[in-house]
């Protein structure tokens, strides 16, 4: 069967790009990386797509007179190399509502929270001045209000004693990892859906356990 194209769109160190690209580096995994989109010329992420032999693109936001017109030389990009779905993997433009519409349902961003916790930046620090037990990463489909849009997956980790932001950062990112790959798996194997706003997904093999944060 014919795999998803993946777009990846990017600005920085890519470790999520890099996730989504081992996945798929297994012939069974039933997506594939069509393109990586990065605004930035020096973004990491681009070094690995080019070491995995991936089509690569740079649309600078700053080549452009305004917004639309950026976001149409991403979408004819994107749609040039027969993307259908767009991974955001710590791209750090907002996008508008137009190119958000215009990709409605093909469109998901991962985010470093437990969403609707913590939306925008600095989540870690965010989570443990808060004091909250469990932080996490959510991927989501993307809607015009930032950090907003239908779960598809999320992952939890537990706030340890004496955690600092890089040692939470560090354990949310490896979970990161697994998610985005799962949540685009999933999506691939069109066992997921949006009703009403919510992502339904069907053919779950088993329930996660629950977990308490103090054990005990
Ligand atoms: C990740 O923490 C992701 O959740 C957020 O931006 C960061 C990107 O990291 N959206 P990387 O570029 O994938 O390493």
Redesign the pocket.
Known sequence: MARLKLGVL??????????LIDAAADPAFPAEIALVLSNKADA??LERARKAGIATAIVSHRGFADKPTFEQAMTEALETAGVELVC?????RLLSPWFVEHWHDRLI????SLLPAFPGLDTHRRALETGVRFHG?TVHYVRAAMDNGPIIGQAAVPILPGDTEDAL?DR??TQ?HRLYPLAVKLIAEGRVRVVDERAEITGQPTAPEPVLNPPG
Request: neutral net charge; charged residues 10%.
């Open positions: 990017i600005s920085g160190r890519g470790s999520n790009l890099q996730a990491l992420g955001l993997a710590g791209f750090m961003n991962i985010h470093p990463c950062a949310v990112l990161e």
